[in-house]
């Protein structure tokens, strides 16, 4: 059996590697890492491009593929690991890198993953879960590994699989730019996991469907929580308030949830599945940012537009969520260098970015500046935040305005957030 999947697995590996992909902003970050004698790690949720991202990352040379989510394997009871490796050498060859996918379904995956490495193997994984990073990839691989997050398509990538090129001489024609905005309105609306971005299946009916699976395999059946509705509930209002404060005592009183740290525990699960990101108020003292409400954030917008119980679209929010998503995928962590903030005064600013022991940069978002009592209230908490933070970049993320705004020496650049998001490549 073994021999056969193998076999079956190595033809879909070619199979798919004849095929075009859309390039990942990622692909020269992993690339460098790509010959040394570290563990690849890829990681991020389900149907993000993790796959696809490995291979398309070996294709220039000789490497043998095992998928450990398939379906036959799972069936059978799980696999051998010698018998596996002898089944990959007969069908690749003496090769020495190999990717496995879906890496933590394989049981006591890390000690297989060790001993390969202690041979020499070159190994590139992939896993769905973040708790191969934040847990199991901290104690049993310390300081042999790499890990490479893939999330869904950012917005260079979204107007890759658009086909949509800027053309810097005629940027600025109503007709390229009219075009732009409606893909930006796609993007801010569906968000960008490629089945959704490539093939243009309905966003809403898939997304709600990928979503039920990512809390059913990565949340009740990996931690067996034997609350299953409770959690799906806990998920549901979570997605519905993101870009919202929360706190775990607010959770409990309305979920009726039966213990803070059950409610907790409930929370890093969605959070390790990919499915939210909590973030914290910035402070210089840890009491004041444990004991602060957090913010909640969904990793794609297209989760949203499709599990949020809303009365109308907030344009402004979806535009926070956005900008967070972007500054994860940049490679800001939250809560070690990117947090939002409150000012003596109760101001609150969207995002605190620090760079070493320096707060580098504060950003607000804002859909509609028409109102001028919308323009003072940002730019009043960002001049109140940067003499309290000694910030001098400050930033507001518009729906399409650029200009200044000067005060007492500080400059607010107000930005329009497609161009924000096409200066990262």
Not at 239 to 267: D, H
Request: hydrophobic content about 40%; charged content about 30%; proline content about 3%.
């Amino acid at each position: 059996m073994l021999k056969d999947i193998v076999s079956n697995q190595k033809l879909q590996k070619e199979q798919l590697l004849t095929l075009s992909y859309i390039r990942r902003t990622k692909e020269p970050f992993a690339k460098k890492w790509l010959d040394s004698d570290l563990i690849k790690v890829v990681l991020g949720p389900r149907r993000a491009g993790k796959s696809v991202f490995s291979l398309v990352l070996l294709k220039d040379r000789p490497f043998m593929y095992f998928n450990f989510d398939d379906e036959v394997l799972l069936s059978a009871g799980g696999v051998a690991t010698d018998e596996l490796m002898k089944e990959l050498h007969a069908a690749y060859g003496q090769i020495k890198t190999v990717l496995f996918d879906e890496i933590q379904n394989l049981p006591n995956w890390e000690l297989f993953v060790n001993r390969l490495h202690r041979e020499g193997y070159n190994l590139v994984l992939t896993g769905s879960s973040a708790h191969l990073l934040s847990k199991e990839l901290a104690t049993h691989l310390t300081g042999r590994h790499m890990p490479i997050e893939i999330l869904p398509f950012d917005f260079n990538e979204f107007l890759q699989a658009k086909k949509f090129q800027i053309d810097p001489e005629y940027s600025s024609l109503p007709q390229q730019k009219g075009n732009l905005l409606n893909l930006m309105e796609n993007y801010l609306q569906n968000g960008g996991f490629p089945e959704v971005t490539v093939n243009n299946v309905d966003s809403k009916d898939y997304l709600e469907v990928l979503f039920d699976a990512l809390l059913f395999k990565d949340v009740v059946k990996r931690h067996r929580v034997r609350f299953s509705t409770q959690i799906g509930n806990l998920g549901a209002h979570l997605i519905s308030n993101f870009a919202n404060l929360y706190t775990v005592r607010k959770l409990l009183e309305i979920l009726n949830l039966k213990s803070a740290s059950t409610t907790e525990k409930y929370i890093k699960y969605l959070e390790e599945a990919y499915l939210i990101f909590s973030l914290l108020r910035y402070s210089p003292k840890s009491v004041q940012r444990i004991k602060s409400p957090r913010k909640v954030y969904a990793v794609d917008n297209g989760f949203i537009s499709a599990k949020a119980i809303q009365h109308s679209p907030d344009k402004g929010k979806l535009m926070e969520n956005l900008v967070f998503t972007e500054l994860v995928k940049r490679g800001s962590k939250s809560n070690r260098d990117l947090f939002y903030y409150k000012t003596r005064n109760d101001r609150e600013i969207d995002f605190v970015l620090k760079n070493g022991y320096q707060v580098a940069e504060l950003i607000q978002v804002c859909y509609d500046l028409t109102n001028p009592d919308v323009e003072q209230r940002e730019t009043k908490a960002l001049f109140e935040a940067s003499e309290e933070l000694k910030v001098k970049k400050l930033t507001v993320l518009t729906w399409d305005e650029k200009r200044e705004r000067e005060k007492d020496g500080m400059t607010i650049h107000f930005k329009p957030l497609w161009e924000w998001l096409l200066e990262y490549k």
